[in-house]
């Protein structure tokens, strides 16, 4: 398919040529959204299955938390060694070959009948997720560069659904025919995300490659230092908690499969609204933003031993912590780029690493606290992570300068 585009200059790429965007051009930015709807699903479906997959795997729930940990480890090193190692290979082809690890992932994990392979499956799939988030970001950039912000968002717009259905409807699915089928299907939208992206995406030349010594210039800034480390610390908290919330839904609020899968609806959907007001709020301070995120997802995950042990309680937490989750990608983010803005590429891939290091971390913490503690003590684990992110943004950060426009959310 041809380029229908003409002028436009990105960050990171070659100048391509402006004129009004064609419908392929459209259709083309919906291939990678739904692309990156079936990531988002992909890399938090065992968040809805863990119970199912460590019984018929013989392994605890804790170990079964390594399906979340190692793709993010993998995801931490490959959105820096993809991002370098494609150099100037057309981000069309790149893409494809990404969504085709994703596809050969959910393959791998659904035929799979002991855990380590089920985990090589997972490790494959961090390929895909770190990989694509480094480069996917900026492809609404090129593929309608008259309309950029609207095309970026629809693309971010599949994080927020994924996050929203993906994950319930994984547990659905999983309740109904067995949690193998969940992969299934996963791999299956995968199949048809590829052949659209092949059909619709156009060439997408770059004369520009990342170098490892481009990578160092965002640690050199101490408002970036600052803000990666309040990524670490709120990711952790935050995965160290919800990677084992249907554990803890079943076991310590005692609610059945079907009541947890609307509940893991409606924690996306209060992630949705929180992803909204995440954006006023940027707009107004992101200094507060980030230590509104750190407190309210704290005190709601923390509390959850105490007050989330029946529906009603858990529901209430749910929703509050929900809105804390749609806030802080979009918070942390406008943070670092707010913090380093002459250097977003290099910037960009390691806030992905520093976010999917966190992720892992957050669920091995939340593992072994679990293992060892139980599965209420991953809530307050997680809950003291993000109080301590709050802590550390209200005494050392300054909220200096204008805010940034509206940014959407990289989960």
């Not at 069309?92 to 969504?99: A, D, E, K, P, S």
């Not at 509940?263 to 992803?275: E, P, R, S, T």
């Amino acid at each position: 398919m041809k380029n229908h585009n003409t002028q436009a200059v990105t960050h990171d790429d070659a100048p391509l040529p402006i004129a009004k965007p064609t419908r392929s051009a459209w259709l083309a930015v919906l291939s990678v959204a739904v692309g990156s709807f079936a990531l988002v699903t992909t890399e938090f479906l065992p968040v809805g299955l863990l119970p199912s997959i460590a019984a018929e795997l013989g392994v605890t729930e804790g170990i079964a938390g390594m399906l979340v940990t190692i793709p993010g480890l993998v995801a931490a090193f490959a959105a820096i060694l993809v991002t370098i190692g494609v150099g100037k290979t057309d981000r069309r082809y790149v893409i494809w070959g990404l969504t085709a690890t994703l596809i050969l992932s959910n393959l791998i994990v659904f035929m799979s009948t002991t855990f380590p392979l089920v985990l090589a499956g997972r490790a494959l799939l961090g390929i895909g997720v770190g990989g694509f988030w480094a480069i996917g970001g900026a492809l609404g950039n090129r593929l309608v560069p008259a309309s950029a912000a609207r095309a970026t968002s629809i693309i971010f717009a599949g994080i927020s659904l994924g996050t929203v259905a993906g994950v319930p409807a994984g547990a659905m699915i999983g309740e109904l025919v067995g949690w193998r089928m969940a992969f299934l299907a996963a791999g299956s939208l995968s199949v048809l995300v590829l052949a659209a992206q092949v059909w619709l995406m156009p060439s997408l030349p770059t004369t520009q490659a990342l170098t490892f010594a481009q990578l160092p210039a965002l640690l050199r800034v101490q408002k970036a230092r600052l803000g990666m480390l309040a990524t670490l610390l709120v990711f952790i908290g935050q995965f160290a908690a919800y990677t084992y919330v249907t554990p803890f839904l079943s076991q310590t609020a005692g609610l059945s499969a079907k009541a947890i899968s609307a509940l893991l609806l409606i924690y996306g959907a209060a992630g949705f609204a929180g992803n909204l007001i995440g954006g006023w709020a940027v707009a107004k301070s992101v200094k507060n933003s980030l230590i509104a995120t750190g407190v309210i997802m704290g005190l709601s995950a923390a509390a959850m031993p105490l007050f989330g042990t029946g529906a009603v309680g858990a529901t209430v937490l749910i929703v509050i912590w929900g809105l804390a989750f749609g806030m802080m990608p979009i918070s942390v983010q406008t943070w670092m780029f707010k913090a380093a803005p002459h250097a977003m590429e290099s910037g960009g891939a390691v806030f992905v690493s520093t976010a999917q290091i966190s992720l892992a971390s957050g669920a091995l913490v939340g593992g072994v606290s679990v293992d060892y503690l139980g599965v209420s003590s991953a809530m307050v684990v997680g809950g003291l992570f993000g109080l301590a992110m709050a802590a550390v943004i209200a005494a050392w950060a300054r909220d200096d300068g204008k805010p940034l426009g509206k940014l959407h959310a990289v989960h």
